[in-house]
């Protein structure tokens, strides 16, 4: 994300708040998965308890009450019981856990591509796509796991914990007689030394930086020494740099020694402790028996039951202190997705949101103002015009000057800074973004296609169109017979790439617009109709939008003057913010204007050689020379029929 927030500290609450959106849609799923891993934890130090009673029982048989069926037998299948049962219990909780994580992923996938849609352009507009494509994928794979774990494995392992202590609070006091003081200082040991472990880690956070830097400098070292090497040849300070290069390199393998020697410190004391603590353990209750006035017959489970037991309590710790100290390394990653869930689209339904009025094909732009940020330029500076319904106005103004801006404002993409646009009598703002969406089509600038069937292009607008109903509208607006000449069997069925392969920039206009019409909208915007057509193709789409939005409050905004006068029935020439210009194309192309001025300029290219359309080449010559404009046209054609990779820039 390029607007990313400055990275935060680890936040248990937002961690909480994450994880419950994410299990909310099965939380049944990960209790189960929290209560499989919870009776293999239990059942382990059970095992270790009931390991130790069938010792005593055992020692018990060579006593002098030995006598008849021995309830040692009993325990030592219980035990063989157990020890079978627990493996199976693992599968089963390892398998609830995938099935559980797979869901969640799924979920949360699905949940960020959702947001990401509903969060529009002006999220969009400040946020790196790549990024946000590699947090649906890749991010949301590594975050997942660590959601889950943290749904589920604190309240495990802590419950793990308390009982583990439980057991061998029970065997130290009741078996081996253990003052209390004793035993506190035991579990201060126990408790205490996996946090000696946790804070030597905390270096290799600081090292790492260590390394990173080292490392940078290293590079920027390599980049001194190339960015010129003629220079440093001639000037003879290929030794000097040697020398800087070898000090650098010197420096960033002590810091990567160090690092290795900080990592491996808490790793050899976090993989020893629980052995180092057995032994402790084992030391203080042989001598607790060798030393006891009375020896308890059940003092020989109970050393067994404590050394058991002992890295039950410790582990659950260390791995707790882990995953919280990986949670942590990891958070700028966490932040970047919360920051995605938490978001809210900017425009939403008010309360009194209303439907689409009876009158809404009636738009009316009231004293509109608007500038893009607080204090940034006013791109629009009150506009006041009253479109007449059921006609094609054309806004034409030069590049900047603000026209898919309004066309931004019509759909409620952006919200004028001041003034008012209605529907009929209903202010936009008012209007629900459900029945706007409906009634109020679109055809950008860019138009959105994905690679799937035409079928799916289509579907894209209204899910619910059969294959007659898309047929008819082909029909209508004369896209039928593009699509038979490209597939002359199931043209729906003919597949497309997502910048609209195999279709020419006129069909891909003709495409997107027949498809707004599937939504049967009240009212039609087009933003740039031109862009991306070839100029021979120009006059026809003209009439093919003219005959398509025939009946439609249609609203066209484009720089294309020319294509305008054989296209609109009104014009509005946007300048300076406002409709300096308002009245029939023939009318203003005969008196001065800005709509006159960029007819002039228009024209004046053309005949320069110079295709507004293919403004990306140079002109077409002839052995030098300048080709008329009509040639002009054609070799510009030429090359776009040729395959040339001509989508002209948007303006
Ligand atoms: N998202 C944006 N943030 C800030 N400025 C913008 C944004 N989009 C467009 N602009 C600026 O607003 C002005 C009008 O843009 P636009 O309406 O796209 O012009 P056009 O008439 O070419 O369609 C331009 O100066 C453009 O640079
Ligand atoms: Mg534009």
């Known amino acids: 994300m390029t607007a990313a927030s400055a990275p935060q500290e680890f936040s248990l609450r937002q961690l909480l708040r994450w994880t419950w959106q994410v299990i909310r849609p099965a939380p049944w799923l990960i209790a189960a998965a929290a209560g499989a891993d919870l009776v293999v934890t239990l059942g382990n130090q059970a095992q270790a308890q009931l390991f130790a009673r069938v010792l005593d029982q055992i020692r018990a048989l060579a006593g002098p009450s030995a006598a008849g069926a021995h309830p040692s037998f009993g325990l030592a299948y219980l035990l063989v019981v157990t020890v079978v049962l627990l493996p199976l219990f693992a599968f089963a909780a390892r398998t609830i856990s995938a099935f559980a994580d797979s869901r969640m992923l799924e979920q949360l996938q699905l949940s960020l591509h959702d947001k990401l849609l509903r969060l529009g352009v002006e999220w969009h507009d400040r946020h790196d796509t790549a990024t946000s494509v590699q947090l649906v994928d890749r991010i949301a794979r590594g975050a997942q796991p660590a959601l889950s774990m943290a749904a589920k494995y604190p309240l495990v392992q802590a419950i793990g914990l308390c009982t583990g202590s439980g057991l061998l609070s029970l065997n130290l006091g009741q078996s081996l007689k253990t003052p209390w003081e004793i035993q506190a200082i035991g579990f201060a040991l126990l408790l205490g030394l996996p946090f000696v472990a946790w804070r030597l880690s905390n270096r290799v956070r600081a090292s790492n930086a260590a390394v990173q830097a080292a490392e ?193 404002l019509l759909t409620r993409l952006r919200e004028p800074t001041a003034g008012e646009i209605r529907m009929g009598d209903v202010p936009l703002g008012r209007i629900k973004l459900d029945a706007l969406r409906r009634n109020v089509a679109i055809v950008g600038q860019k138009a959105l296609f994905i690679s799937d069937t035409v079928r799916a292009n289509f579907k894209l607008a209204d899910p619910g169109a059969s294959d007659a109903d898309i047929e008819a509208m082909c029909k209508k607006t004369k896209f039928w017979n593009i699509l038979l000449d490209k597939q002359p069997s199931a043209p729906l069925d003919l597949t497309m790439s997502r910048d609209g392969e195999p279709f020419s920039g006129g069909q891909c206009r003709i495409f997107a617009v027949t498809r707004a019409l599937l939504r049967r909208p009240a009212v039609m915007l087009l933003d740039e109709p031109t862009t991306g057509v070839n100029p021979l193709q120009l006059e026809e ?90 040639m002009a046209a054609q070799a510009g054609a030429l090359k776009i029929a040729a395959g040339s990779p001509m989508k002209s820039m948007p303006t």
């Open 541 to 630: 789409l003209a009439a093919q939008i003219r005959e398509a939005c025939s009946g439609i409050t249609t609203i066209a905004v484009e720089h294309d003057c020319d294509f305008i006068l054989g296209l609109a029935d009104q014009v509005c020439a946007l300048d300076a913010g406002r409709f300096a210009q308002v009245g029939e194309p023939s009318r203003l192309a005969a008196e001065p204007g800005v709509f006159h001025d960029m007819l002039e300029a228009r024209r004046r290219l053309a005949a320069s050689g110079v295709q507004m359309k293919t403004e990306a080449f140079p002109a077409p010559t002839i052995g030098g020379k300048a080709i008329p404009a009509p």
């Open 216 to 408: 940078t400098s290293v590079s920027a070292e390599v980049l001194n020494s190339l960015s010129l090497p003629g220079d440093i040849q001639t000037i003879g300070a290929a030794p000097q740099r040697s020398l800087r290069m070898a000090e650098r390199l010197r420096a960033a393998a002590k810091a990567r020694f160090m690092m290795a020697v900080n990592i491996e410190l808490p790793n050899q004391l976090s993989q020893a402790l629980p052995t180092l603590l057995q032994a402790l353990f084992l030391v203080y209750a042989v001598l607790a028996v060798a030393t006891a006035s009375t020896i308890d017959p059940n003092a020989i489970g109970a050393i067994v039951a404590i050394y058991l037991l002992v890295p039950m309590v410790v582990n659950p710790l260390i791995s707790l202190i882990n995953f919280f100290t990986g949670l942590n390394a990891q958070w700028p990653m966490f932040q970047m997705f919360g920051e995605v869930l938490d978001a809210e689209p900017r425009t939403m339904d008010r309360p009194d949101a209303s439907d689409w009025p009876a009158n809404g094909s009636q738009v009316s732009l009231v004293g509109v103002r608007f500038s893009y940020a607080p204090g940034a330029a006013k791109i629009l500076d009150g506009v006041d015009y009253r479109f007449e319904p059921g006609k094609l106005t054309a806004i034409v103004g030069r590049s900047g000057s603000g026209k898919s801006t309004i066309i931004r």
